[in-house]
């Protein structure tokens, strides 16, 4: 089991690449960033816990430039997003984007992908969020069709061109490993079907050891493996984190959130290593590698 740091990167806090630096160096396996575009400034859509919008959602680096940044100062850490809102997205430069970021990190990004939640934010990209979940699907698929094909064409119901010609293709083959996010009635089939791995909320570990056995069985339905379980876990204690690792996840994410200036971010860090230590004594090297891309049928 790998462990990794999820974060929300804003122009109020550290850069992306002392941030990378600092998570490298104190042995994490992995660095996970959010996305959001905007915050409408008026919305219906509460925010899923009831609470106000956090102020580090407003304030967003673009995913894709943060984890540019560090991989260029980093050589071995695993970069990812949790999550891109592919729905909205533009299939064509999110498969570009993906491709160049894969190529300048030799092979280490992790594509985790989600439909959303904020229905204002999706309406501003033309996106309803009626249709939100096949517009995923779709520009995903015409992603996976550019990397893994010279000359590439889809034709959907949301996505469509005639054949065109992209480089650079990823590094790694047949593309990077690509993490479903969500909790939904649906999301554990657009697992097996779609993704290479379910990249679970900051759910309770109740709700989570429900849906590892959830997300297996409808694994085994359809005659295929488990995917491997990414963990996201918002105030890890050691208890918290031998009952997850009991769960078999592939990889935990520790939140850290919010993050501010350097010297508080490198303190929760420190904080966070002695913990992954104390849970796990041989957790500073990681163990696994890159996740494979399940082959399909």
Known sequence: MDIGIFTGITDEQIRPAPLARAVEERGFESLFVAEHTHIPARRDTPYPDGAEIPRDY??????????????????????GTAVALVAQRDPILLAKEAASLDLISDGRFELGVGAGWLREEMLNHGTSPATRVP??????????????????????????????????KPV???????????????????????????????????????????LAEVADRAGVPAPPVIATLADPDEATI????ALGVRRILFSLLPVTDAETTMR???????????????WFQPSSGPVPVRPRG
């Open 242 to 245: 031998e009952k997850v690792a």
């Open 58 to 79: 407003y304030r967003n680096l673009d995913p894709f430039v943060s984890l540019a940044a560090a991989a260029a100062v980093t050589t071995r850490l695993r970069l």
């Open 135 to 168: 517009l995923l699907r779709e520009r995903l698929a015409a992603a996976k069709a550019i990397w893994t094909t010279e000359q590439a064409e889809f034709h959907g119901r949301f996505v469509d061109f005639d054949p065109i010609f992209q480089w650079p």
């Open 268 to 282: 929760a860090l420190d904080r966070l290593g002695t913990l992954a230590r104390r849970a796990d004594p041989a």
């Open 172 to 214: 790694q083959r047949p593309h990077p490993p690509v993490w479903i996010g969500g909790w939904g009635p649906t999301t554990f089939d657009r697992i097996v079907a779609d993704g290479d791995g379910w990249l679970a909320p900051g759910i309770a570990v109740d709700l989570l050891t429900r849906g590892v056995t959830e």
